[in-house]
């Protein structure tokens, strides 16, 4: 008799991811932000960006487009992606930035990290956000 393959789920993935990438407390993203060149990667969606602003400098990568914004060989290229240069995610809440952080890695990415608790943990410390660009 066969042995039906494991199911997980979204949360055993996020659960598993956050066991295996860099976490990053606010403060320590502050101080990479303030100490030395790093790709910041906002993994929301527009509207998501409209309601709670973002973090100044990051570039907008939505999670859906995130490989083919990487792909250096693909016209979805964003320039500042570059497979050693230290890159830090962040989502809305930390679930999304790990699982990112696993993908980026799967694509050579080296050097790559999230905010955990993202945004959200960002705000609640204080840092400054700043307004998104208004929804074309």
């Known amino acids: 008799?066969?042995?039906?393959?494991?199911?997980?789920?979204?949360?055993?993935?996020?659960?598993?991811?956050?066991?295996?990438?860099?976490?990053?407390?606010?403060?320590?993203?502050?101080?990479?932000?303030?100490?030395?060149?790093?790709?910041?990667?906002?993994?929301?969606?527009?509207?998501?960006?409209?309601?709670?602003?973002?973090?100044?400098?990051?570039?907008?990568?939505?999670?859906?487009?995130?490989?083919?914004?990487?792909?250096?060989?693909?016209?979805?290229?964003i320039p500042g992606f570059e497979q050693g240069r230290r890159t830090i995610l962040y989502c809305s809440d930390g679930a999304r930035s790990a699982l990112a952080v696993l993908t980026l890695q799967s694509m050579g990415y080296t050097d790559v990290a999230h905010l955990a608790g993202g945004l959200s943990a960002w705000r609640d410390e204080g840092q400054p956000v700043e307004d998104a660009a208004p929804l074309a």
């Not at 295996?20 to 998501?48: C, I, K, P």
């Open 1 to 77: 008799m066969t042995e039906e393959p494991k199911v997980y789920t979204a949360a055993d993935l996020v659960i598993a991811a956050l066991g295996q990438v860099e976490n990053l407390t606010v403060q320590q993203v502050a101080a990479e932000l303030a100490g030395r060149e790093v790709l910041l990667v906002d993994l929301r969606e527009l509207d998501e960006r409209a309601d709670m602003g973002v973090i100044a400098g990051s570039t907008h990568a939505p999670r859906g487009m995130l490989e083919f914004h990487a792909d250096a060989n693909l016209p979805y290229h």
